[in-house]
Nanobody, 116 residues
Framework: EVQLVESGGGLVQPGGSLRLSCAAS????????MSWVRQAPGKGLEWVSA????????RYLDSVKGRFTISRDNAKNTLYLQLNSLKPEDTAVYYC?????????WGQGTRVTVSS
């Protein structure tokens, strides 16, 4: 059974930093690309970043480029998202996501609140 468990969210002031983690199990982690998707209060889902299975390539939403960094440790079956220079508009629940031929798998999410 595929399991994705996010952690690391919290309340942070504007300009602050957080590191999100996603522990994966139940599938061959190093064979799958991974993504982070967020949902702000009262809004729809928004793709944030993605990383290739070997970590060799990454992509970002324009509004987070230069502030967020996605990475993975395939030896630990863990995906990360480093969030720097946080803004109030980054407030959201952040989900890690992967897909295979049968569909998409989501974690339960971790909440990030950026507020003074």
């Amino acid at each position: 059974e595929v399991q994705l468990v996010e952690s690391g969210g919290g309340l942070v002031q504007p300009g602050g930093s957080l590191r999100l983690s996603c522990a994966a199990s139940g599938f061959t982690f190093n064979s799958f690309a991974m993504s982070w998707v967020r949902q702000a209060p009262g809004k729809g889902l928004e793709w944030v970043s993605a990383i290739a299975s070997d970590g060799g390539s990454t992509r970002y939403l324009d509004s987070v480029k230069g502030r967020f960094t996605i990475s993975r440790d395939n030896a630990k079956n863990t995906l990360y998202l480093q969030l720097n220079s946080l803004k109030p508009e980054d407030t959201a629940v952040y989900y890690c996501v992967t897909t295979d031929e049968t569909g998409a798998y989501w974690g339960q999410g971790t909440r990030v609140t950026v507020s003074s």
